[in-house]
């Protein structure tokens, strides 16, 4: 953003969303922090707690700008905590922050902005937004290499491209806490939040889970079909998985390469069975043109790129790869920028 622009900036109470509300306020615009209010269980990870509530509205005191809290419980119960809990029950492995991205903070917290007369939202994710010389905007990986949070972010369509800025994504994790100190914010050495916000390190999924569905035994099975173990609990099972497994004999190493929830089956094989060379996408979403030259995939959010090809749905790896969990995004680059995303089917 060049012209001065009445910005709304989602202020989560951690370092990086200060330093942006911080820079946009330097930069001469009218700036508005809002906390989102979205879980309101345990929890012990560092974000969406009372403490992260107060040490932003703190930072806005010191930045001089209003703040507010906007309650959105009921979007995160709808599209991040009920999905994350039927995938299990599944046999799927949900992405609850990507979720969250798409309906709470692009979705949800751009239509609050529109209602109240903002220009544009700020976050202080870890990534940019380049405009190309046909004017289209893409979304480009962050200036460190090691906080990048491009992959989480891949879900901004056009529209929300047009109105998204990512102010402390031309910097370093260091040169954030470099600039919060030289501001005197709070929150300049606080931690990074950790895991997802709903899932306690005491309970974890397993407590979390069985308070909502009924966890099942599963049937651990080889190529074959033998029965070669058994799991406690098949909904929390994911793919590469090697350990919990129950094996008879315990000797030979296994990876688990599928799971069926609805059978309560688990199917493990080698090394080599955990490998694949394509992956085929749901909800593939091109941010502009299908592009059908060499690409970039990444399987996680900081998993390394692994050279492609897309072909319909399907991406085609240059060399195997570790199979991806049925859940989990692709996310698909030319360079550093995304072109690309879906879900593995």
Same mark, same amino acid.
């Given at each position: ?16 969303? @200060? ?145 998204? @800025? ?29 895991? =997802? ?68 089956? =688990? ?32 399987? @996680? ?45």
């Amino acid at each position: 953003m060049t012209a001065a622009t009445r910005v709304l900036v989602a202020m989560s109470g951690g370092v990086d969303s @200060s330093v942006a509300a911080a820079l946009l306020v330097e930069a001469g615009h009218e700036v508005v922090g809002a906390t989102l209010k979205l879980w309101g269980g345990d929890s012990d990870s560092g974000c969406c707690s009372v403490a992260d509530v107060d040490d932003a509205r703190s930072v806005a005191r010191r930045l001089g700008i209003d703040h507010h809290v906007f309650n959105f419980g009921d979007d995160f119960d709808q599209h991040v905590v009920a999905p994350y809990v039927s995938a299990h029950a599944a046999g799927r492995t949900p992405n609850p922050c990507i979720e969250c991205n798409r309906h709470l903070k692009f979705d949800r917290l751009l239509r609050r902005a529109d209602a109240l007369g903002f220009d544009a939202v700020a976050t202080g994710h870890h990534a940019r937004i380049v405009e190309r010389p046909d004017g289209t905007r893409r979304v480009r990986r962050g200036a460190d290499p090691s906080k990048d949070q491009s992959y989480v972010v891949h879900v901004l369509d056009a529209a929300g491209l047009a109105r998204v @800025s990512f102010p402390v994504g031309h910097l370093s994790k260091s040169e954030v806490r470099a600039e919060a100190t030289r501001l005197g914010l709070a929150t300049a050495d606080k931690p990074d939040s950790q895991d =997802v916000c709903f899932i306690t390190a005491t309970g974890g999924r397993s407590a979390f889970l069985a308070d909502r569905i009924t966890t099942r035994p599963g049937r651990v099975i080889d190529a074959a079909g033998a029965t070669v173990g058994f799991v406690p609990e098949v909904e929390l099972v994911t793919i590469g998985q090697r350990r919990g497994l129950g094996l008879v004999g315990g000797s030979e190493v296994a990876y688990v390469i599928k799971v069926d929830g609805p059978a309560a089956t =688990v199917t493990v094989g080698d090394a080599a069975a955990l490998l694949v060379d394509q992956v085929v996408l749901e909800e593939l979403r091109w941010v502009g043109e299908a592009e059908a030259g060499e690409l970039l995939a990444q399987t @996680s959010a900081h998993g390394t790129p692994q050279r492609c090809r897309v072909v319909g749905t399907t991406v085609m790896f240059t060399n195997p790869v570790r199979r991806v969990a049925p859940g989990q995004s692709v996310v698909l680059y030319a360079n550093d920028e995304v072109v690309a995303g879906g879900i593995v089917a």
